[in-house]
């Protein structure tokens, strides 16, 4: 098994329907496809892990990587493990503030993110979480 984690610049004619679009696939295929993960956005970046069987994730990540909805896509993390930190299939999603006041936003349609997500996460897993939580958007 392979754990990918990546940062990437959300592109500039990104918005709502688009984001909610890519999660509704990303999770469809993700379940299909045994692989788990979460995506952390914070209005101008995101951040992903990833976790599957290597001839799965590999393909994957050339796929997200060459997606021109975001930009400047850049490796964190690249590891084989033996077990999983994300044991559900599909795809989390959580925003840095939460849910915003305005209907129109994508904070108001995602969760806010909670350090528990990453309960059973190696500590240089959470420590790339937390490092995220700081960039400023």
Not at 14 to 41: C, P, Q, T
Not at 76 to 95: A, K, M, P, Y
Not at 117 to 122: E, G, S, T, Y
Request: net charge negative; with cysteine; charged share 25%.
């Amino acid at each position: 098994m392979r754990r990918i984690i990546y940062i990437s610049t959300a592109g500039e004619e990104l918005d709502i329907s688009d984001i909610k679009e890519i999660v509704r696939v990303a999770a469809m295929f993700n379940n299909e496809n045994r692989i788990g993960g979460h995506l952390l956005y914070n209005g101008l970046n995101f951040l992903q892990v990833l976790e599957g069987e290597k001839q799965v994730l590999d393909p994957l990540y050339m796929r997200i990587v060459h997606d021109d909805r975001h930009c400047a896509v850049s490796t964190i993390l690249n590891e084989d493990i033996e077990q999983r930190c994300f044991t559900n299939w599909g795809l989390g999603v959580s925003h840095k503030y939460g849910p915003a006041q305005t209907d129109t936003s994508l904070e108001s349609e995602i969760a806010k993110y909670e350090p528990e997500v990453l309960a059973d996460a190696p500590g240089h897993v959470r420590r790339i979480f937390e490092y995220f939580i700081t960039l400023k958007a």
